[in-house]
């Protein structure tokens, strides 16, 4: 039975967290987040580009949850990263949100306006004005990272990119890890697919789970948090009680001599090294 209080985490990140992508209709939208928080959840993954930020604030708010005690992250758009936008940006999100502050804010992609000597700075601002706790990057190979560092003080707290068995990023996962950076899998259910993996479906029926909950579990056990975006209170529920499943070494070797390196999510200004 899956504990209601109990928020399992990776350091100051919970293992799981709530997507959010393309879940836009507002009270759609409010209710899943607020559904999360009750069953457990405490970090919400947004962005201005998903066109939801003021149902997710909606959700956090009409929770019985505190706004500190959730980890609230949003994602600046690639054709807001020029220094003065991003300050503009950044006070839209958190007005959309209702707000004083984000938990993380990312760097979508490295792509469009992103000018790494005049994005970065601006966000290291926001992070000394206390706008923002953390400076999060997302969907950055080790190249785009190594470049920000040199310009950076303050640390990267996070890459946010796509992870799942069929994608498992092993040389990005050695490179964050050495480097101190958490990786937060995204379409961590390889956007629905797990459940045509002939090696999950016999892992999940043999510990009478589903096929998502051992994607999410294997994240877990590799270190790695995920945000599943789910939008009914089930989905929501099963992928929190992934945190109840523990895989056996067997299994996770099963689990990791599936990689295809096969990517769902490859917009036209995805880096060039895809
Ligand atoms: N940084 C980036 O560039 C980037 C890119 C992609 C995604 N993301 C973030 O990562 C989040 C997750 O990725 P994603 O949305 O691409 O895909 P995903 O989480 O891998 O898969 C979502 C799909 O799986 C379904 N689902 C969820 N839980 C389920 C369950 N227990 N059983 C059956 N089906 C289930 C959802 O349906 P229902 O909605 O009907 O529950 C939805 O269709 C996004 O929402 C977004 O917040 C970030």
């Known amino acids: 039975m899956t504990n209601e209080t109990d928020v399992s985490t990776q350091g100051e990140l919970p293992a799981v967290g709530l997507g959010t992508w393309k879940n836009d209709e507002p009270k759609t939208c409010a209710d899943s987040v607020e559904t999360a928080l009750e069953v457990g959840y405490r970090h919400i993954d947004t962005a201005q580009v998903y066109g939801n930020e003021k149902a997710v604030g909606a959700g956090i708010d ?14 600046l758009w690639i054709d807001n990263l020029g220094y003065d936008d991003v300050f503009e940006a950044a006070a839209e999100s958190l007005d959309r949100l209702g707000t004083e502050y984000l938990d993380v804010l990312y760097i979508h992609w490295p792509a469009g ?83 045509e993996l002939e090696t999950l479906s016999e892992i999940a029926e043999s510990h009478g789970v589903s096929e998502a909950q051992v994607s999410l579990a294997w994240l877990r056990q590799n270190g790695i948090a995920s945000i599943p975006k789910a939008t009914g209170a089930e989905h929501i529920r099963e992928n929190w009680a992934s945190q109840e499943l523990e895989l056996d070494e067997e299994e996770l070797a099963r689990i990791d001599s599936m990689d295809e390196q096969h990517r769902y999510v490859t917009p036209e200004f995805g880096p060039d090294s895809w």
């Open 113 to 195: 306006e992103y000018e790494p000597d005049e994005t970065l700075p601006a966000f290291e601002e926001l992070r000394s004005d206390g706008i923002i706790n953390h400076i999060g990057v997302s969907n950055f190979e080790p190249e785009h990272i190594e470049t920000a560092q040199e310009i950076l003080d303050a640390p990267i707290f996070a890459n946010q990119v796509e992870i799942h068995p069929q994608l498992q990023q092993r040389r990005l996962r050695e490179f964050c890890s050495k480097a101190g950076i958490e990786l937060i899998a995204y379409s961590p259910l390889a956007k629905g697919r797990v459940f």
């Open 62 to 75: 009409s929770s019985s949850v505190d706004r500190e005690d959730v980890f609230l992250a949003t994602k």
